[in-house]
């Protein structure tokens, strides 16, 4: 069964395919759902500071190349297995990823929330970082238990 018009989004992503693979290394992928459509930036463990650049830039690139203020796309950090952030990973994502983003459209980075204690706190670290810096960029955060209700929270963050 293919993708219609016919169906809800929940009855279509039972049945849509799976996301198209953008970038897969040991420490993370980068897909993409067409059907939301966002891109997925996912960490199978703890990154260094290159390995996590790598993938939020491949995210970043594809979604600059596909995301527009009349088809705008969704945002999800699906950080179930990221372990640590470490400080200066944390500040690059907050003083030049987010700002990045932030031009490029992204206006909430939806979160699948971390399995483990480091992730979690890494998670909570960044979330603080971002609502401080609203001078500089609006980027909203939420959390949501599994990757399909990041993709449901996502597609409704821009339906509004």
């Known amino acids: 069964m293919t993708a219609t018009a016919d169906l809800t989004f929940e009855e279509n992503q039972r ?6 693979v953008i970038l897969s290394e040991s420490y993370g ?12 930036v996912q960490f199978h463990g703890f990154a ?24 705008p796309w969704g945002w999800i950090g699906d950080v179930r297995r990221m372990g640590a952030i470490p400080k200066p990973v944390q500040d690059w994502l907050t003083t030049d990823w987010n700002i990045r983003a932030f031009k490029a459209g992204v206006r909430e980075v939806s979160i699948v929330v971390a399995e483990n204690v480091l992730g979690q706190l890494a998670t909570q670290q960044y979330v603080q970082n971002t609502t401080a810096r609203k001078d500089q960029y609006e980027i909203a955060t939420a ?11 996502a597609r409704a963050a821009f339906l509004l």
């Open 29 to 40: 992928s980068v897909l993409v759902d067409a059907l939301v459509p966002c891109v997925i």
């Open 143 to 153: 959390t949501y238990p599994s990757l399909e209700a990041a993709k449901q929270g």
């Open 15 to 20: 049945h849509a395919m799976p996301d198209e």
């Open 48 to 71: 260094n500071r290159a390995e996590f650049i790598n993938i939020m830039e491949t995210g970043l690139a594809y979604y600059e190349a596909h995301a527009t203020a009349e088809h």
